[in-house]
């Protein structure tokens, strides 16, 4: 019998954390990576590719966010409405205007499985533009 036997993580063997984070002066895309890891789990050592094993994340202050370089006014943001001729061109810093979380939930949402998996994954987030959040009951712990 083997004694190294690799073990896949199920449902019944993951734990669900929850973590605050504040994107005051973050970068967004090294903040969007960190997220993305921990959505899908790769922070555990029992991380299984095809099982979602990740922890909740909760981002405050989402308006603070920067952008290095030119990006907040060079930087397209484009979404198509379904109709033809539908495409919708955008910078950040009106994203950051009119909808703050946006800017992050795509990000990261982009960094996720593009499947039912990562749906569930995007699930676990959750954004706002300032500092207060609902989730005191959950007692987050803060990640640096």
Known sequence: MLSYKTKSANDAMVTRAWWIVDAENMTLGRLSTKVAAI?????KPYFTPHTDC????????????????????????????????????????????????????????????????GRAMYKKLFVYAGAEHPHTAQKPQTLK
Not at 39 to 43: E, P, S, V
Not at 68 to 86: A, F, N, R, S, V
């Open 39 to 43: 959505l899908r789990g790769k922070n």
């Open 54 to 117: 990740g922890d909740y994340v909760i981002i405050i202050n989402a308006e603070k966010v920067r952008l290095t370089g030119k990006k907040m006014l060079e930087k397209e943001i484009d979404w198509y409405t379904g109709y033809p001729g539908g495409r919708k061109v955008a910078n950040p810093k009106t994203v950051l205007a009119n909808q703050p979380h946006k800017l992050l939930e795509r990000s990261i949402k982009g960094m996720l499985p593009h499947n039912k998996l």
